[in-house]
């Protein structure tokens, strides 16, 4: 799968999301990134990996972007490549691994869907913290 494939394919998905992408490159510091994403208050910073490329070395551009004020970076390659790849860099670092089939479809591989799409409390969950807070005020305020 080519670079140019990889490229066509994510610029294509976040599009059908309504948002802005350029895919060029981009200057950083000591770097160069290959696209970004722009929505409303925050920007995610794009590099693309063909799997030929090295995976390493986009890390260290991504931590670049990241310096230099993007609020998400992604690392774009092929769903088989991204399904090799070893976790840990990028949970530690909260860097988000995209992986893209050969028919085009882009899949966030990192972070993992349980840890992204956790539910939020119950709404009587809501309602007894709520009360909670409420017979605590009084004793709060002196």
Sequence with gaps: M???????????????????????????????????????????????????????????????????????????????????VDPTVFERLGLMLLGINSSGKVHVVLPREEAVDMPGPSPSAKEALKLMLEKLMPSLEC
Excluded: M
Aim: no cysteine.
């Design 2 to 84: 080519s670079e140019r494939f990889l490229k066509w394919a994510v610029k294509r998905h976040y599009k059908a999301l309504g948002h802005k992408v350029r895919i060029a490159r981009i200057r950083l510091g000591n770097t160069e990134i290959d696209g970004e994403v722009v929505g409303e208050g925050w920007k995610i910073a794009l590099e693309i990996k063909s799997p030929g490329d090295d995976l390493t070395r986009g890390l260290g551009q991504l931590a670049e972007a990241l310096a230099f004020g993007y609020t998400q970076a992604a690392i774009v390659t092929t769903l088989r490549k991204a399904k090799q």
